[in-house]
């Protein structure tokens, strides 16, 4: 008994060590989605501005430690990052700290994919992890 | 007509001496809509989800003090509340203190208003105030 107990305890400690989330929990039912652009949308022009849908938690700007909080991110013509890391930030992989829940996007002519990726004040994605469907959207050639 | 002009402009001037807005600042183009329902929308549902539309400024729990960022009010049949004043909590005021950006609402058949406030950490609205149009629903 004495041992299982011993067993048990030994792999709740490695479990985290295989770190497929951050630290920080978000509750069960919590979504990300796009509200618009929807997916397979032609958007001419290119410039948009994207909608995040949230479900089952909020919005606090990057730095705020709130339960059932985190920031949105965009990531764009990429896959999704670690979970247990920062997510980067570049051009593919844009963070929304102020607490934005829309935000003014400009994609150049062709086929992109869009993905959303909630994070916690230190930028970790939650656990479990709260991210969109990929999308696609198509920009046309002018 | 000049004399009456220049009342016009004073009597502004001195209304906007007499606090017509919370202290904590808004950007003057932050613009506050509700997404969906539109206005006029006919609902045949027991509930629905309203979804709060906010561009150049960000969502923060209340409480936390972060410039050009506060938490949505929704508006039920209600007027607006003073602008200087901590939002009213009741059920025709409801508060999204925790970042909330959606909804769901479920109301008895007949019209209603919405509207949407922004308030800041401590719930007295920005200045300028950050408001939605008002719109008319109708539950069935």
């Not at chain 1, 985290?16 to 509200?35: E, Q, R, S, W």
């Amino acid at each position: 008994m004495k041992r299982s107990i011993l067993v048990a305890t030994m792999l709740t400690a490695l479990i985290p060590g295989l770190a497929v989330a951050g630290d920080t929990p978000a509750p069960a039912g919590a979504k990300v989605y796009f509200i618009w652009p929807k997916d397979g949308q032609t958007i001419k022009g290119g410039k948009f501005w994207a909608r995040f849908g949230l479900r089952e938690m909020g919005v606090a700007p990057a730095g705020v430690e709130k339960r059932f909080t985190g920031h949105h991110h965009l990531i764009i013509d990429a896959d999704l990052p670690p979970f247990d890391e920062e997510i980067p930030a570049s051009k593919n992989h844009v963070h929304y700290g102020k607490g934005y829940s829309e935000a003014r996007v400009e994609l150049p002519p062709g086929k992109h994919t869009l993905q959303l990726l909630f994070a916690d004040h230190n930028h970790i994605p939650h656990n479990p992890p709260v991210y969109s469907e990929k999308i696609t959207v198509y920009v046309p050639a002018d | 007509m000049k004399t009456m002009k220049i009342s016009i402009a004073l009597a502004a001037l001195i209304a906007s001496g007499v606090a017509v807005a919370g202290d904590s600042p808004a950007p003057t183009n932050a613009y506050l809509y509700i997404g969906w329902p539109n206005d006029g929308e006919v609902i045949r549902a027991e509930s629905f989800r309203v979804w709060f539309g906010l561009r150049k400024m960000g969502v923060a729990p209340a409480g936390v003090e972060k410039s050009m960022t506060g938490h949505h009010h929704l508006l039920v049949d209600a007027p607006l509340p003073p602008m200087d004043e901590e939002i009213p909590a009741s059920k025709n005021y409801v508060h999204f203190g925790k970042g909330q950006t959606e909804t769901r609402l479920s109301l008895p058949p007949g019209k209603h208003t919405l509207q949407l406030l922004m308030g800041d950490y401590n719930h007295v609205p920005h200045n300028p105030p950050v408001m939605s149009r008002k719109i008319t629903i109708t539950v069935k």
